[in-house]
């Protein structure tokens, strides 16, 4: 891919010049128009105006492979590239059969999607949520041209993991809801976009292969537990995750050793679990404001912030010094996480399900 773009030429004025005749040319404030109605951008739209399509979304997909440097000091270019991800992303989802089998352009609009997955939430949170929401549209379609949608999954799993170590901290008020997802930090959100991957209860297929071989998986478990666990982002991605036979025989058997511990919840959520367990030391700040910096920075294994120390039974405070739980490898920590969201997640019958189907499946590995 190197070898591609150094053999690429070299931008120049007149392709520049070329680029705003075609603009103009080429109606692209009617695509901009149409994709505004969702009932527009369907797959008999797309095949009945392919060429025309073909040509707006090869000008488009330059754009989204952008300077980052360049896009950030610029304020009207920032607009502009948000403006040209909802459009591709609105096509994408809307029509994402015909999109992949009938578009020429549709490998670097797809290509594109990804690099937004990764530069948007240093724009605004609406631009990567609306291209995530349309590789899963497209990941997850029946009919789409298989090796576009094994592209999606992949964009999406990296994409995913880099929200995740996204170090920003969480502020008080929640976001705008843009598709259908209200979470103003990366780290959360990235939950909300997993779970879509196994909404059926069953993953499909080729989404199935593509989490199992993806080299990366294990630590996107990882930091997509602590998300979950520690910081009440939705579970079922996760446990979707974990279910997968590749997913929990590649955890299983990492010799990754993990030294983050389940933290202990605060004195009005214990109903009477503490005297149970034993003295512990309440944490110093509410888990739903603590910002992720402390365990999102560095690469497993971290150091144990307070925040996630669990003391176990002992002596008295001021006796004797408690002791930690020993590190544990990753497996092993895993299902000791999901033994803990059992504790506090009830009622949902289907991450029930979900979570022991998970524990199986590791169990079996």
């Avoid at 403006?83 to 609009?109: D, E, H, K, N, W």
């Avoid at 120390?309 to 004797?320: A, D, I, V, Y």
Wanted: aromatic share 6%; charged share 20%.
């Amino acid at each position: 891919q190197l070898a591609q773009v150094r053999a690429e030429p070299a931008p120049s004025l007149m392709r520049q010049l070329w680029d705003l005749v075609a603009a103009a040319r080429l109606g692209l404030e009617n695509l901009f128009r149409t994709v505004e109605d969702p009932e527009k951008t369907t797959d008999a739209f797309v095949e009945s105006n392919s060429e025309r399509l073909d040509a707006q979304l090869s000008l488009l997909a330059q754009t989204l492979r952008v300077n980052l440097a360049v896009l950030l000091d610029s304020p009207m270019l920032g607009d502009v590239y948000e403006q040209i991800v909802y459009a591709c992303a609105q096509l994408v989802a809307g029509a994402p059969a015909a999109f992949s089998t009938r578009l020429q352009s549709a490998p670097r609009i797809v290509e594109g999607l990804g690099l937004a997955l990764r530069v948007g939430w240093h724009l605004h949170h609406s631009a990567p949520k609306l291209a995530a929401n349309a590789l899963v549209a497209l990941a997850t379609c029946p009919t789409a041209d298989d090796g576009l949608r094994r592209q999606a999954v992949r964009h999406l799993l990296g994409g995913m993991l880099r929200w995740l170590l996204d170090a920003r901290p969480e502020p008080d008020r929640e976001g705008e809801e843009i598709c259908g997802c209200s979470c103003s930090v990366p780290w959360k959100a990235a939950a909300c976009f997993l779970e879509r991957f196994f909404e059926p209860g069953r993953p499909l297929p080729w989404v199935k292969e593509e989490c199992e071989a993806w080299p990366d998986v294990t630590q996107l478990c990882q930091w997509l537990t602590l998300s979950v666990r520690d910081y009440h982002a939705t579970p079922l991605g996760l446990v979707g995750l974990l279910q997968l036979p590749g997913v929990a025989q590649a955890a299983m058997q990492s010799q990754a050793v993990v030294n983050l511990f389940i933290p202990m919840p605060l004195p009005e959520d214990l109903d009477g679990i503490v005297d149970d367990v034993g003295a512990a030391e309440p944490p110093h700040t509410n888990p739903h404001s603590l910002p992720a910096a402390e365990r999102l920075q560095s690469d497993p294994p971290a150091a144990v912030p307070e925040q996630h120390s669990l003391r176990l039974p002992g002596p008295p405070p001021g006796s004797e010094e408690s002791v930690l739980p020993p590190a544990q490898r990753l497996g092993e920590w895993l299902m000791a996480s999901l033994g803990y969201l059992f504790l506090f997640i009830e009622g949902d019958v289907l991450f029930s399900v979900s979570a022991c189907r998970a524990l199986q499946a590791m169990a079996a590995a």
